[in-house]
């Protein structure tokens, strides 16, 4: 399918996605980032996709959410009671929530390869890829604090589980801007490089070498992953007790142990 404010590219099981407004420094319109729900969706039920690679067209990976937003905002909001007025609020927000969810509950990886800025919603869409992977002078910065909002699109609630809690609220106290470099001791970014180039290559590669394994293993740990988070070691230990029970004798895992006494790559089906 072809997208207003995304390019999409699918190769040898990766999917390229790339943001599309490279003008406003790919700030997100409602229409955007409506579109960004769909297409998380739809790549997680396509078959020829196992890894996501986000990145951005044009100086910067995103800017957040494009002003046109707030004027919207008020237009689909607007009440003669004020308690219908926010409970619009509410919906409006839980929407865009949902928007940046989509990124989260795709089954198959999502790594984000940042250059530039990634501030407000882009930092929001950032926490909630699988992996990051930033140039050394790319900017994060939680941006809501200076425009006096809460952040509510997911950074304060995945930035504590990526970081620790003090360097979390820094960034969201402060809405201080912190490069891709200074970031990688944090656990935000995952590596840096020199440049956007050296980054997209980088990122592009790892996609692939993950292409390359079992989907339904890969599908298994990050869903067990997530499950793990919100719960205690035992629970856990428990749900993959159940998912290897299940899922463990697969084909993939045949054929597996077949590439390996053979010593050559192993070809799963599709998905």
Same mark, same amino acid.
């Given at each position: 399918m072809?997208?207003?404010?995304?390019?999409?590219?699918?190769? &040898?099981?990766?999917? @390229?996605?790339?943001?599309n407004n490279a003008d406003k420094a790919n700030a997100l319109p409602l229409a955007a980032w409506h579109e960004l729900r769909h297409l998380f969706e739809a790549l997680d039920q396509d078959t020829e996709v196992r890894v996501v690679v986000l990145s951005g067209e044009g100086k910067h990976f995103c800017s957040g959410i494009d002003i046109s937003v707030f004027t919207k905002l008020v237009e689909l909001t607007k009440s003669n009671c004020q308690a219908r007025t926010n409970e619009k609020l509410r919906r409006f927000i839980l929407d865009l929530q949902s928007c940046v969810t989509a990124i989260e509950n795709c089954s198959k990886p999502v790594l984000a390869a940042i250059h530039g800025s990634c501030i407000g919603g882009g930092l929001d869409i950032a926490t909630a890829c699988d992996m990051r992977y930033a140039t050394d002078n790319a900017i994060f910065c939680v941006k809501e604090i200076d425009f006096g909002i809460v952040a509510d699109l997911g950074t304060l609630q995945r930035l504590p589980r990526l970081v620790s809690m003090g360097v979390a609220k820094e960034m969201a106290f402060s809405g201080a801007t912190y490069t891709?470099?200074?970031?990688? &001791?944090?656990?935000?970014?995952? =590596?840096?490089?020199?440049?956007?180039e050296e980054m997209l290559q980088a990122t592009l590669q790892e996609a692939a070498t993950i292409a390359e394994k079992s989907p339904l293993t890969i599908r298994g740990i990050k869903q067990v992953?997530?499950?793990?988070?919100? @719960?205690?070691? =035992?629970?856990?230990? &428990?749900?993959?007790?159940?998912?290897?029970?299940? %899922? %463990?004798?697969?084909?993939? %895992?045949q054929e597996t142990m077949q590439a390996l006494f053979a010593k050559r790559k192993p070809k799963f089906e599709e998905n």
């Open positions: 072809t997208y207003q404010y995304f390019f999409l590219d699918i190769n &040898n099981f990766v999917a @390229h996605v790339r943001f891709g470099k200074s970031l990688v &001791n944090c656990g935000l970014v995952n =590596a840096a490089f020199a440049t956007a992953l997530a499950y793990s988070v919100d @719960h205690s070691i =035992a629970d856990g230990l &428990n749900y993959v007790a159940t998912w290897n029970s299940a %899922m %463990m004798l697969s084909n993939d %895992m």
